[in-house]
């Protein structure tokens, strides 16, 4: 049996809980922003990254320009005792950046034994899927330097993030064989 003391007030019971549901609500927004803000927060991080990722890619394509105008650039020869020793050729090459942000090409050099080739040292800036042409300047040591095959040119390369790259690329020289050949056997001077 329950005993009433009547000098006490009696206790106050708590009114039906009208605030829960606003309580609620307000929760459910909030989180909803944090949400919100933590995933655009998110996609801004990867674009970065990506973006960082995307500036240091490098591929550009070297390639000999062989058109009919190919043949009509400069040739020139060092000669001892009746007998070309080097020959020196200038022919053109294309730049083609096939990565995908833009590039500036500063340098191309081949260097091995017989053969030097030197591209003129002018900045080129090329945008993603682009070409520019490019002068070579190619000298042969006639003993050693034939027959012209595949070779790794030396880029000099600025990405879009301004960090400098050296990067390698594959020419294929074999159809300036038969002009370094000539040129050797001194018939182009």
Same mark, same amino acid.
């Given at each position: 049996?329950?005993?009433?003391?009547?000098?006490?007030? +009696?206790?106050? $019971?708590?009114?039906?809980?009208?605030?829960?549901? &606003?309580? *609620?609500?307000?929760?459910?927004? !909030? #989180?909803? /922003?944090?949400?919100?803000?933590?995933? +655009?927060?998110? $996609?801004?991080?990867?674009?970065?990254?990506?973006? &960082?990722? *995307?500036?240091?890619?490098?591929? !550009? #394509?070297? /390639?000999?320009?062989?058109?009919?105008?190919?043949?009509?650039?400069?040739?020139?020869?060092?000669?001892?005792?009746?007998?070309?020793?080097?020959?020196?050729? !200038?022919?053109?090459?294309?730049?083609?950046?096939?990565?995908?942000?833009?590039?500036?090409?500063?340098?191309?050099?081949?260097?091995?034994?017989?053969?030097?080739?030197?591209?003129?040292?002018?900045?080129?800036?090329?945008?993603?899927?682009?070409?520019?042409?490019?002068?070579?300047?190619?000298?042969?040591?006639?003993?050693?330097?034939?027959?012209?095959?595949?070779?790794?040119?030396?880029?000099?390369?600025?990405?879009?993030?301004?960090?400098?790259?050296?990067?390698?690329?594959?020419?294929?020289?074999?159809?300036?064989?038969?002009?370094?050949?000539?040129?050797?056997?001194?018939?182009?001077?």
């Amino acid at each position: 049996m329950d005993v009433i003391d009547l000098d006490r007030p +009696a206790a106050v $019971r708590q009114p039906p809980a009208r605030r829960r549901p &606003r309580t *609620l609500v307000a929760a459910a927004a !909030v #989180l909803l /922003l944090g949400i919100l803000l933590g995933g +655009a927060g998110t $996609r801004c991080w990867d674009n970065w990254q990506q973006h &960082r990722f *995307l500036a240091g890619v490098i591929s !550009v #394509l070297v /390639l000999a320009d062989t058109g009919p105008q190919s043949n009509e650039a400069g040739v020139g020869a060092i000669v001892v005792n009746d007998r070309v020793t080097e020959a020196s050729l !200038v022919r053109r090459v294309t730049l083609v950046n096939a990565g995908p942000l833009p590039v500036d090409v500063h340098d191309l050099s081949v260097d091995r034994p017989g053969l030097t080739l030197r591209g003129t040292e002018k900045q080129r800036r090329i945008g993603h899927g682009e070409s520019v042409r490019a002068d070579a300047d190619i000298r042969i040591v006639c003993a050693h330097g034939l027959p012209l095959k595949k070779l790794l040119v030396r880029l000099e390369v600025r990405t879009s993030d301004e960090q400098e790259h050296v990067a390698v690329a594959v020419l294929d020289a074999t159809q300036w064989n038969d002009q370094a050949r000539i040129a050797c056997d001194g018939d182009l001077l």
